[in-house]
């Protein structure tokens, strides 16, 4: 009898959860970038016209559900939460959304985290963001119309506010896949988990050299919301020196595991309680589901919990 099996298949309870909860995160991922691409950034022919992170996304997703298929578990299909409205801007396709990328409220602390040598959000440190005024009031990280594009100061500002955007959801995807890594069982579904978080973290390290460029801005005011926001000279105090030199973007080592363990050069946070859930948190937080329905969010939250309580072997 297999009591903690996925059905008949081969993968356990825990590891369908896991690749499920992954499996809908690929799929916001997808979303959202959908929407940039269409706005904005380098397009290739490879896929459609689509830029190189979105295609990533959307590979991600495709596969996870067909492996999931390929072994009898469930799959996951989010499009019946597809209800939100797209930009009015030139280039934005008119079809429902999952995510909203005009009102959002983006942390920016991973970029002093990543900096850190002295502290590690696993042991509970907490840190200063590198965009205060992002942390307050709702953004848009895309033009919302073209009258967004009229004033060359706010259309910048929206490009800044994507561009650390951008590097938020990837550093959130690069310590999501470590996290629940270690909760999987199937040394197949481990490769699976491992080759497609390695994937994350190039996306971000990318993203946080490209938001090092932001231009500097001062009191930029949307024209729409009245919100400002002002992107200070990262080199410049209160930043700068060599561990926050904006083109210096490998992880300064930090205390790692024990604090009586030498500095180490790693990905943070990487403790897995509670993982699936923080991540769900992170991007309510963030603004990305304003407009979504109750079901959509208890969807991912039913899926996130799943994912959270799976253990090896089970």
């Known amino acids: ?87 009015k801007a030139t280039g934005a396709n008119q079809f429902g959304r999952l995510t909203n ?37 709702q953004h848009t990280a895309i033009p919302r119309t073209d009258a967004d594009t009229s004033d060359v100061n706010f259309i910048q500002a929206v490009a800044n506010t994507a561009g650390f955007h951008f590097a938020f959801i990837e550093q959130g995807g690069t310590s999501l896949y470590p996290k629940l890594a270690q ?7 481990l490769r699976i988990v491992l080759s497609i978080g390695g994937t994350e973290i190039c996306h971000f390290q990318t993203w946080h050299d490209k938001a090092g460029n932001a231009l500097p801005l001062t009191n930029v005011i949307d024209p729409v919301t009245g919100v400002s926001v002002t992107f200070p000279d990262l080199n410049s105090p209160p930043f700068g020196g060599e561990n926050f030199q904006t083109n210096l973007i490998m992880p300064e080592p930090t205390v790692f595991l024990s604090r009586q363990f030498p500095p180490c050069s790693i990905i943070r946070p990487t403790a897995t309680k ?41």
């Open 274 to 314: 509670g993982a699936a859930m923080g991540a769900v948190q992170a991007l309510t937080d963030d603004g990305l589901f304003i407009g979504q329905s109750a079901e959509f969010v208890a969807f991912l939250q039913d899926l996130a919990k799943d994912a959270d309580e799976a253990q090896r072997g089970r």
């Open 101 to 137: 990328l005009m009102q959002l409220t983006v942390d920016t602390t991973w970029w002093t985290r990543y900096r850190s040598r002295t502290k590690n959000p696993d042991f509970g440190a907490t840190f200063a963001p590198a965009i205060p005024s992002l942390a307050v009031g």
């Open 1 to 87: 009898m297999l009591d903690n099996r996925e059905s008949a298949c081969s993968l356990t309870k825990g590891d369908a959860a896991i690749l499920r909860f992954l499996a809908a995160a690929e799929i916001i991922e997808s979303d959202l970038w959908l929407q940039y691409q269409e706005l904005g950034g380098t397009q290739d022919d490879e896929v459609s016209k689509l830029a190189n992170n979105t295609e990533d996304e959307l590979t991600h997703e495709v596969f996870i559900n067909a492996y999931l298929k390929s072994k009898g578990a469930d799959t996951v299909n989010l499009d019946r939460f597809r209800t939100l409205a797209s930009s």
């Open 183 to 189: 909760r999987v069982s199937s040394v197949e579904v």
